[in-house]
């Protein structure tokens, strides 16, 4: 049911790299969201958007930002990426709806930067 | 955000019934009751939500209190597939509010 897509999947990287992790969903959604997820720890959202050229931050200060361009396409960059980055990054995507909207979650994007 | 209180984890036998309590005692009256759950390794998946009737779905049922201050995930006959972490979550009804994820309960199924 869910057509959110999330690449790559595994991302092995330096320290200082630049990087874009890449979400994409196909429902048309007009609100997409990333959540960040260290193993065994809930899910902290970092950064939402409300359609095209709107994004915000989310509850957990993160370095990394967030451009949305396209309706169907909402990806995560980090300029420099730390071994402090290491973790999941989940996107979500949501219709619009009045808190009875349900969220669909891709399979995250698991980084590690060595 | 109003908040959740779950427990840290429960067990279960398969094929049982399992019954996951969730307090909200600060909801407001238009705060949705979600569920959700994260199998390892993958994102998280809707479960259920309701407002203040009971909700059942092919994959579970959601009971809630007359006053709303709490509610009760039942998964009617646990599977070794059903073991994940279910978050309980509360969301506002305004066009910006945020889905916000507690701790949830690891639910772990015995065969």
């Known amino acids: 049911e869910a057509d959110i897509y999330q690449t790559p999947r595994y991302l092995v990287i330096g320290t200082g790299k630049k990087i874009t992790l890449e979400c994409s969903q196909t429902?048309?959604?007009?609100?997409m969201y990333w959540y960040q997820q260290d193993p065994g720890m809930e899910l902290h959202l970092i950064h939402y958007?409300?359609?095209?050229?709107?994004?915000e931050k989310g509850d957990l200060s993160s370095e990394s930002t967030v451009s949305r361009i396209r309706t169907e396409h909402f990806p995560l960059t980090l300029e420099s990426a730390r071994p402090s980055h290491t973790s999941q990054y989940l996107c979500?995507?949501?219709?619009?709806?009045?808190?009875?909207?349900?969220?669909?979650f891709g399979s995250g994007t698991q980084l590690s930067v060595l | 955000d109003a908040k959740t209180t779950q427990p840290n984890s429960m067990e279960s036998n398969e094929e049982e019934p399992v019954h996951l309590p969730c307090n909200h005692s600060?909801?407001?009256?238009?705060?949705?009751i979600h569920w959700y759950r994260q199998l390892p390794s993958q994102g998280p998946e809707y479960v259920i939500h309701?407002?203040?009737s009971n909700v059942n779905n092919r994959m579970a049922s959601l009971a809630i209190a007359e006053d709303r201050k709490s509610s009760t995930l039942i998964l009617h006959r646990a599977t070794l597939r059903d073991a994940a972490v279910y978050y309980c979550?509360?969301?506002?009804?305004?066009?910006?509010?945020?889905?916000?994820f507690g701790t949830g309960t690891l639910l772990a199924v015995q065969p």
């Open positions: 958007s409300y359609g095209v050229n709107s994004t």
């Open positions: 979500a995507s949501s219709a619009p709806g009045q808190g009875n909207e349900k969220l669909f």
């Open positions: 600060t909801i407001s009256g238009t705060d949705y």
């Open positions: 309701g407002l203040t």
């Open positions: 429902m048309g959604h007009d609100k």
């Open positions: 979550i509360l969301k506002g009804g305004g066009a910006t509010n945020k889905l916000i």
